[in-house]
T-cell receptor
Framework: AQSVTQLDSQVPVFEEAPVELRCNYS??????LFWYVQYPNQGLQLLLK??????LVKGINGFEAEFNKSQTSFHLRKPSVHISDTAEYFC???????????FGGGTRVLVKP | EPEVTQTPSHQVTQMGQEVILRCVPI?????FYWYRQILGQKVEFLVS????????KSEIFDDQFSVERPDGSNFTLKIRSTKLEDSAMYFC????????????FGQGTRLTVV
């Protein structure tokens, strides 16, 4: 069984400040890790993914995440946020290819001017 | 860019009625999923579908739920007798032929049971 914990339910941050969203997972098998973003009243859009290879993954909109196997973490970072980054961010894990995604509870990011 | 399309975007139904939520996955994808998100809660897996059969389902996906891929393009979720607690956003997703790729999500159908 897999599970995902997002440690922060809400993160307020000022525009142009950095942000880090924490994600920890548990799994008995190798995992694929994902971050999705959900803008208000919209669906889920993939930000980035880790399948294998380099542990530092770069995604869209200036986001990056680092896979840390020993700490079972996949934290998401952005060095300078914009107002438009206000959204909910979901970390997700899947096992073998084609398997379901297990989502964390989400982190709501509110970017203040 | 190919996308997953869901219809309708919003459906209101009376308790006890049947609803069918429709999805058109990306055309060369082979894995299909339904997820739901109750307002303010996490996204939950309902069911996965591969090779014309259910490959996995969650405990939420009871006998009131069914899925079908009737014509090779549409992928539907049917709820036979809706309950108030079925009110949620329902997301369809599909995943590519190699399997080693991300799931692409539709915009969702907001189901409101009154």
């Amino acid at each position: 069984a897999q599970s995902v914990t997002q440690l922060d339910s809400q993160v307020p941050v000022f525009e142009e400040a950095p942000v880090e969203l924490r994600c920890n997972y548990s799994s008995s098998v190798s995992v694929y890790l994902f971050w999705y973003v959900q803008y208000p009243n919209q669906g889920l859009q993939l930000l980035l993914k880790y399948l294998s290879g380099s542990t530092l993954v770069k995604g869209i909109n200036g986001f990056e995440a680092e896979f840390n196997k020993s700490q079972t973490s996949f934290h998401l970072r952005k060095p300078s946020v914009h107002i438009s980054d206000t959204a909910e961010y979901f970390c997700a894990v899947s096992g073998a290819a084609g398997n379901k995604l297990t989502f964390g509870g989400g982190t709501r990011v509110l970017v203040k001017p | 860019e190919p996308e997953v399309t869901q219809t309708p975007s919003h459906q209101v139904t009376q308790m006890g009625q049947e609803v069918i939520l429709r999805c058109v996955p990306i055309s060369n994808h082979l894995y299909f999923y339904w997820y739901r998100q109750i307002l303010g809660q996490k996204v939950e897996f309902l069911v996965s579908f591969y090779n014309n059969e259910i490959s996995e389902k969650s405990e939420i996906f009871d006998d009131q739920f069914s899925v079908e891929r009737p014509d090779g393009s549409n992928f539907t979720l049917k709820i036979r007798s809706t309950k108030l607690e079925d009110s949620a956003m329902y997301f369809c997703a599909s995943r590519g032929p190699t399997g080693n790729t991300e799931a692409f999500f539709g915009q969702g159908t907001r189901l409101t049971v009154v």
